[in-house]
């Protein structure tokens, strides 16, 4: 989230424009919901869109793998010159079938499985921070316009103000020196609402990039998080999709490695052919087959090399689920301890603002009683504003606190 640093003076903006919480921005964009900006980038996210191909290859793969257990037919033809004679052409039907190959077929396939397991768990927690990017654009974009909605009021009421300074002057009750400072602050008003304005376009491209919309978008405030215990969200950080991915990774990097281990097993293969054509003297003969054992003796140490790769490739496999572990139940607790916080902070200025309200209504009235100076009006509406700001502020914090969360708990957004 973005921090909106508030740096200058506030100042005569009417009590109760500030107990209200609506926003005075025009509604002239295309209302939308956080979830319906979700659907939409998912629709329009090209990095989901090639891990889903990613996983197809690896689905393909799989298969590859599996037509390893089946025979393959084939037909084959040659023919042979010799001396410049001919006659010597031969054409078969071979039928081929690896009867064993030391389990190492049975157990790729069973490795490419889990691959593809992993690559669509992965997939699924893209899809999980693909919607806290949303969210983080989505609520980015409408504390931006609740800060418009606040900085249209002052330029107003500084208007107004100025107004009433010049009545004043005009009867002796106010010098001109006040109205010179109420137009300095007009045009400080002005500058830092055409440059909220400008962070309000920016932040609108964000989420139109991210929706694939070509329109203003006018985003609809998300419900407030509750308080929840932290232990559901620990034992679905523990099961979600990347950890569970991480296991199948490291389940697949196990069998590579007993793979790996019995290249030294020997293998039976059947081929047998059925001759078409046949040169002499085995033309009227149409029937070959041939029962083939391969035990291997020596590889030059690509067995020892094959075993060695496997281990490191296992080991590292280890450590990545291990880091996902850790990274998923950390980024739980940070989280937790985040929103906690939010919901503390928020509970705080509701109180804050409801006694600077109250502050700004007696300051108001003791000014007319001459009690107090102008500056102290001035004081009490500042104060008064800049609550309400960071109010503004804190209801998005929170709200993305309660994202952030669920998506580190593992929340699954597939109704989302």
């Keep these: 989230m973005r921090s909106f640093l508030i740096s200058f003076p506030f100042h005569l903006l009417l009590t109760a424009v500030y107990a209200q919480n609506v926003s005075t921005v025009p509604a002239t964009g295309l ?22 191909e990613g996983i197809k290859q690896l689905a393909a793969f799989e298969n590859q793998i599996r037509s390893y257990f089946l025979p393959a037919l084939s037909l084959n033809t040659s023919e042979t010159l010799n001396s410049g004679q001919s006659g010597k052409g031969q054409s078969a039907i071979n039928l081929s079938y690896s009867i ?29 921070n693909l919607y806290q990017s949303v969210a983080l654009a989505f609520l ?18 500084s208007e107004a103000r100025i107004k009433e300074l010049r009545d004043r002057e005009k009867i002796g009750r106010s010098r001109e020196s006040e109205v010179l400072a109420a137009q300095a602050q007009l045009a400080q008003d002005d500058a830092d609402l055409q440059s909220a304005r400008s962070r309000e376009s920016l932040a609108q491209f964000e989420l139109r990039f991210l929706t694939g919309l070509n329109a203003d978008l006018e985003p609809e405030q998300p ?22 991915a991480a296991r199948k990774a490291l389940e697949a990097a196990r069998l590579d490695t007993d793979i790996a281990k019995k290249l030294v097993w020997p293998s039976l293969a059947l081929n047998a052919d059925y001759y078409l054509t046949r040169p002499s003297p085995n033309q009227d003969s149409h029937w ?8 291997p003796l020596y590889t030059g140490g690509l067995s020892g ?27 739980v607790r940070q989280a937790y301890s985040t929103l906690m916080h939010s919901i503390a ?3 705080s200025l509701k109180k804050a603002l409801k006694l600077a309200d109250e502050n700004a209504k007696f300051q108001s009235r003791d000014y007319t009683m001459g009690l107090v100076t102008n500056l102290d009006v001035l004081n009490a509406q500042n104060t008064l504003l800049q609550t309400k700001l960071k109010l503004e502020m804190a209801r998005a914090q929170t709200c993305l606190a309660g994202i952030q969360l669920e998506v580190a708990g593992g929340v699954n957004t597939e109704g989302k």
Excluded: C, W
């Design 288 to 295: 070959g087959s041939a029962l083939t054992l391969k035990i």
């Design 345 to 347: 902070v928020l509970d």
């Design 223 to 244: 419900r407030l998080p509750e308080k929840h215990r932290i232990e559901p969200y620990l034992a679905g950080a523990a099961r979600r999709s990347d950890v569970e």
């Design 100 to 128: 064993f190959d030391g389990m190492r077929d049975y157990i790729s396939a069973k490795s490419a499985g889990l691959k593809t397991e992993s690559g669509k768990l992965s997939l699924a927690r893209a899809r999980q």
């Design 305 to 331: 090399a094959s075993v060695d790769q496997a281990f490191a490739k296992q080991a590292s496999a280890e450590y990545a689920l291990k880091l996902a572990i850790r990274q998923a139940d950390t980024e």
């Design 31 to 52: 209302s939308i919901t956080l979830d319906q900006a979700f659907k939409l980038s998912l629709a329009k996210s090209e990095t989901l869109a090639s891990s889903a």
């Design 140 to 157: 980015d974009l409408a504390n931006i316009r609740q800060e418009l909605s606040v900085r249209q009021e002052q330029l107003n009421v």
